[in-house]
């Protein structure tokens, strides 16, 4: 328990290093929606209709910018070898780091994406399906982005190949997730697509831990 | 009886089974595709609505199926390299990627020239399409994979992870149709109960769809045999096959 607290802190205080790389990616993210909207013309109201999708996929882009690094720093330095020898199960040490990475990245972004749609004249009820959406949804992407991560540990090309990986898997979470918020939008209940999105969460978070620890240990034979 | 099976498993065996069987697979493969297509293409009577655009489905529907198949071979073939660390899985698996990417592109290409006339459109954004569509990145991340590292068992292995995690996929083509009010027509030919297509049409379709199995098997095989022989390519038994088939080396 020591142990897992003790690995939770560390990649805070690591962040608390590089307060820029918690920064880069919500900067990212509002620099993607201004782009769009300065695609469209001034004060298009179509901007609105498309707002949902702008800003999931806004939201995914700028969570995949600091997957393909994810495990780099302890591959680099050797913590990664100890992980694979510690007693603690590499399964439990791979999912705090992944839950931690969310926490400082998937979250601001989730909480980030509410200011954003109001920006593109989102509001009412739909902006907390939105948050709620984008919270399991860039959870799902840490878990994927993390599967990838770790299957391209030590390899120069990694940033190039883990989108590739990990975008054809998330065509379900933004279908879904988009899907809440437009539902809501119809007057229809939300429920349904969140429900979804929630299923998907459980079975990556209960499958994929236990394929990342599988994939680091194939980096070392 | 079982060692024979066993035996497959290991790669100058494998390479021999399947230098044998690859010539049959493929010229079977090639002249029922001609008679498939001649039967579809010229003979079967023409569809009621639809006319002679029906008869991309010759093309179509085999290749579709075909790339299901290959998915779930390939993740099979995958999950059996994981499990058992056989490197004739890893190998067969890496076989399959490029040829079910292909019969992939073959799907959605052929699909997209009959939408334009049936539907009035190269693509709309439906579940089976797009789900379709998501297949041929899968393959792509496989393919990709498979070479990204140096070391080929890492890189094999790596890749057989994603082709399990992408599975997925495969049920949601397949029932996208059903569970989905898709613009794609239903399940005709691959459905349980009596198939809702006439006995005219059904049979060169069938004729087809062994064709393009068999002419994917042997692409497959063959493609198998290279990357055995390039991995291998140290070991006694490439060497004596070498000698043999190029003499003494010097």
């Known amino acids: 328990m020591k142990s897992l607290r003790g690995i939770f802190r560390r990649e805070v205080d690591l962040l608390r290093m590089q307060v820029l790389d918690a920064v880069l990616p919500l900067a990212f993210y509002l620099l993607v929606v201004m782009l769009f909207a300065f695609g469209t013309r001034a004060n298009d109201p179509a901007l609105a209709g498309l707002s949902v999708s702008i800003l999931w996929v806004g939201a995914v882009l700028s969570a995949l910018l600091p997957l393909p690094r994810l495990f780099a720093s302890e591959f680099e330095d050797g913590t990664l070898e100890q992980w694979c020898l510690a007693s603690t199960p590499l399964v439990v040490i791979v999912a705090i780091k992944l839950f931690a990475h969310w926490c400082l990245n998937g979250l601001a972004l989730a909480v980030m994406a509410v200011p954003l749609a109001v920006l593109l004249g989102l509001e009412g009820a739909g902006l907390g399906y939105l948050a709620l959406g984008l919270m399991m949804g860039t959870a799902i992407l840490t878990l994927l982005g993390g599967l990838s991560a770790c299957l391209l540990v030590g390899i120069p090309r990694a940033a190039s190949v883990l989108p590739l990986l990990v975008l054809p898997l998330m065509a379900p979470v933004v279908i879904f997730g988009s899907g809440a918020v437009r539902a809501w939008q119809l007057g229809a209940d939300p429920a349904a697509p969140l429900y979804f999105l929630g299923s998907l969460f459980a079975l990556s978070a209960t499958a994929l831990p236990w394929a990342c620890a599988s994939a680091l240990r194939n980096a070392y034979d | ?250």
Not at chain 2, 117 to 131: C, E, F, I, K
Request: with cysteine.
């Open chain 2, 1 to 250: 009886m079982w060692t024979w099976f066993h035996r497959l498993a290991s790669p100058p065996s494998f390479f021999r089974f399947a230098d044998r069987l690859a010539p049959w697979v493929g010229g079977l493969g090639f002249v029922l595709l001609a008679i498939g297509w001649t039967w579809g293409l010229v003979y079967a009577p023409p569809d009621y609505q639809q006319g002679d655009a029906f008869r991309i489905i010759y093309v179509h529907v085999p290749a579709a199926a075909l790339s299901l198949g290959l998915y779930t071979g390939m993740a099979i073939a995958g999950a059996c390299a994981l499990i058992w660390r056989m490197k004739l899985a890893e190998v067969v698996m890496l076989a399959m990627a490029p040829v079910g990417m292909v019969l992939t592109a073959v799907t959605l290409l052929t699909g997209m020239l009959w939408g334009k006339p049936m539907w009035g459109a190269w693509w709309v954004w439906d579940a089976r399409l797009t789900a379709e569509l998501v297949l041929l990145f899968l393959f792509l991340g496989v393919i990709v994979l498979g070479d990204a590292i140096e070391d080929p068992r890492r890189s094999a292995r790596a890749a057989a992870w994603i082709a399990v995690v992408g599975i997925v996929n495969v049920p949601i083509v397949k029932f996208s149709v059903n569970w989905w009010n898709s613009l794609h027509q239903g399940a005709t030919v691959l459905s349980f109960g009596k198939p809702a297509i006439t006995v005219d049409m059904a049979i060169p379709l069938y004729i087809c769809l062994l064709a393009t199995a068999l002419l994917a098997a042997h692409a497959v095989l063959r493609r198998a045999q290279v990357r055995l022989l390039q991995r291998e390519a140290r070991t006694q038994w490439v060497k004596a096959l070498r000698a043999q088939e190029l003499g003494a080396l010097p």
